[in-house]
């Protein structure tokens, strides 16, 4: 009985343990999209007030040229990743829908 006891409480232990441990590749995704989505804003944005200020060097119209840019680009990158992720979130009920017909036929079998 006493080995019971032994085992049943490191089973339980390492149940704890799995519990706490984080996954860092579900947030290594978000990361990446964060740190790429800011370099491409800030280059594109960069790149319209210089050609903008190469055109007519006014400050007021170089700043609202840069928060026209901004505005533009998030807009466009929320766009994207709002259509990246559902068509990531079709394919995958696709792909579920799929594997449960195939699993009742092979039920039907037996």
Known sequence: MESYNVNNSLNIDMEKNQETAFDYSKRSQWLRAAVLG????????????????????DFKTMILTGFAGLVAGACSMAIGEFVSVYSQYDIEVAQIKSFRTRCMRLLRLL
Do not use: H, Q, R, W
């Open 38 to 57: 800011a370099i491409d804003g800030l280059v594109s944005t960069a790149s319209l007030m210089m050609g903008v200020g190469a055109v007519k060097p």
